[in-house]
């Protein structure tokens, strides 16, 4: 613990309150500013406030052990469990047929989301559906930015009517616990009166109004991104050229990188992602990838035969798969250049092509670095793609390879997490304990492998919300907390207790526009508690308007993953969202304010 001065810089307020505001405040500004994961950001918040002496060494990690964090990585295996059957895929293939109307088409497969969102983490119920949504853009033409988006805010909306729905409202109500032990946490079913208007009141403008807000992106005018015959040909090395006995990596640099040999044919064997240093010989077949123009150029300088007759996926071996997929927020691979992941040598996979917001990247790949949102075409082996993209953090499109099949493990899944889900709404057992032992039955009958469960926990996300939890007490027990509040009150005094909760709603919404949800969740609960005290109301709405307004990350790609994931198949801008979030914000705050009202007077 390092003292840095011994008498109060600020009179009336301590140097502990004084660096616990100012750590708060940098971390709103790393947290904005995004140059930083934000499990980096919490973890260096967390440990400033050990280091200035605001937290306890004895205490610097007690928020891993907090039932919410057990919770939330729980629901993420169980959410992970229940989508890799099947169900809710197959359940939306049949529903999403409703109808050819754009309005009642976008309301099906948003109402899809929004229910299945209420059950699983958020970003897994818009992956499995959003497959779903490419098909039917293509069947009945309708541009696939004008359903991606309103998918995503569905996700969002649908996460406010249960317990599980979302990360925020297990935080919420667990904090409800420690703010008042006599009233005790919110059960499973205790957002659900207000949530159905969350969701009732969002869907039908989403569905009815929202989506003509939408612009159509460059995306729109061809059913895929990638269209393998642009770049993907074969060469074949004829007798007496001068490039027989030298490597691929002699043929490649010809271009300077420009082209990459992805398979070589050589007789019966077919070699995915030869060596660099592998030998060309006589009658050797490349496919080899790379722009037009370059492939040209390798034609002339080398003298290999090129055939422009085009190798597309249906020349393929069988055994070998092209597949477009998307960088899913959080992923191993995000952050990094494709020359660092080593993706050819470690894991037999080609990249063939990169799309960001709808826009084919044409420098060279190796250089690029990957971001959540990007689309990859991708090729590698059948049998291991499956894995490896579950592995690295990506989700299939285009085709759909992984948890097509409803597994035979479907029903033993649901039941089981059913029982869990009846376990926490008769209160029979506490979440941190209902979810896990249904993590255990699953593994004990192997439902699950254990390497299944550590890959679907999110690490940044725990992490998170271990550092935060923690950050959030030591403003509480500091009395900084009780500063923030001060500082609003008087400007909220002789207001209606309605027009109060309104402007709570409004500051979290757009709090949670740029910062994560959780961690505006943790910061929030606490003011929002005080504000409630001090005011002499029930603690109950504020805390209910919280969970709601983290939920309503509208504005941004960047409030929450949900947005993310959908901002490259759409081809969106980062200004498209608040075209139909912002109106969304309003009529969500005009609705639910009354709503939660009624349901937790003041």
């Known amino acids: 613990m390092l003292t840095l001065f011994s008498g109060p810089l600020i009179q009336g307020i301590s140097n502990v309150q004084l660096y616990a505001l100012l750590i708060l405040l940098c971390s709103f500004i790393a947290f904005m500013i995004g140059k930083w994961r934000y499990d980096v950001v919490a973890l260096g918040a967390l440990l400033a406030m050990v280091l200035v002496g605001v937290v306890p060494i004895n205490n610097a990690f007690s928020g891993f052990s907090h039932r919410a964090v057990i919770t939330v990585a729980s629901v993420l295996v169980l959410s992970y469990a229940l989508g890799s059957t099947g169900v809710t895929y197959h359940l939306s293939q049949h529903l999403s047929r409703f109808s050819d109307r754009p309005a009642l088409l976008v309301l099906t497969l948003t109402g899809l989301v929004a229910f299945f969102s209420a059950f699983m983490n958020d970003v897994g119920a818009l992956a ?25 805010f569905a996700s969002l909306l649908g996460g406010t009517a249960t317990l599980i729905g979302t990360p925020p409202n297990m935080i919420i109500a667990q904090y409800r616990e420690s703010a008042d032990p006599v009233a005790g946490a919110f059960s499973m079913f205790d957002f ?24 159509v992106r460059g995306t729109e005018n061809s059913s895929r991104l990638f269209e393998t015959d642009d770049y993907l040909l074969e060469a ?54 790379g722009q037009p123009e370059d492939l040209k150029q390798l034609e002339l300088l080398t003298g290999v035969d090129i055939e422009f007759s085009k190798a597309t996926k249906e020349h393929t071996p069988d055994s070998i798969e092209v597949l477009e997929v998307i960088v899913n927020p959080g992923a191993r691979i995000t952050n990094g250049t494709i020359s660092e992941l080593y993706l050819k040598e470690k894991y037999n996979i080609n990249i063939l092509g990169i799309s960001r917001q709808g826009e084919k990247i044409r420098q060279r790949f190796s250089r690029v670095t990957l971001k959540a949102g990007d689309i990859l075409l991708i090729q590698g082996y059948k049998k291991e793609l499956p894995e490896m993209m579950s592995y690295l953090g990506c989700l299939p499109l285009a085709e759909r390879n992984i948890r097509l ?14 029982l869990a889900i009846l376990a926490v709404a008769l209160q029979i057992l506490p979440p941190h304990i209902a979810f896990p032992l249904a993590i255990f039955l699953m593994i004990i009958f192997k439902i699950i492998t254990l390497r299944e469960v550590y890959q679907s926990i999110d690490g940044p996300l725990v992490v998170l919300l271990g550092c935060f939890i923690t950050v959030g007490a030591a403003l509480e027990a500091t009395g900084a907390t009780n500063i923030i509040v001060a500082s609003i009150i008087p400007l909220l005094e002789g207001l209606p207790g309605v027009v109060v909760l309104a402007i709570v709603m409004l500051i979290t919404m757009l709090i949670t526009d740029v910062i994560n949800s959780s961690a505006t969740a943790v910061i929030m609960a606490p003011i929002a508690v005080g504000i409630a005290n001090m ?32 901002m490259g198949p759409g081809g969106y801008q980062f200004g498209d969202y608040w075209r139909m979030g912002l109106l969304l914000d309003l009529l969500l705050i005009i609705t639910v304010v009354p709503a939660v009202i009624f349901v937790w007077p003041l």
């Open 405 to 418: 099949k409803p597994s035979s493990k479907m029903w033993p899944t649901v039941i089981i997490f059913l």
């Open 192 to 215: 659900l009166p207000t949530g159905i208007v969350v969701v009732v009141v969002g869907l039908i403008y989403i569905s009815f109004v929202g989506w003509r807000l939408i612009p």
């Open 535 to 566: 005011m002499g109301h029930n603690i109950d709405p504020y805390l209910m308007i919280i969970a709601i307004a983290c939920s309503c990350a509208f504005n941004t790609p960047i409030g929450h993953h949900s947005n993310t994931l959908v």
């Open 236 to 289: 074949r090395i004829v007798s007496n050229n001068k490039f027989i006995g030298k490597t691929i990596q002699d043929l490649e640099k010809v271009t300077e990188g420009h082209v990459n040999v992805v398979t070589l044919l050589r007789g019966a064997r077919r070699i995915l992602s030869p060596s660099k240093e592998e030998i060309l010989r006589e009658k050797d077949v490349l496919l080899i990838e």
């Open 128 to 152: 499995l559906i959003m497959p779903v949504a490419l098909q039917v853009s293509q069947r009945y033409k309708i541009p696939t930015s004008k359903l991606l988006m309103p998918m995503a």
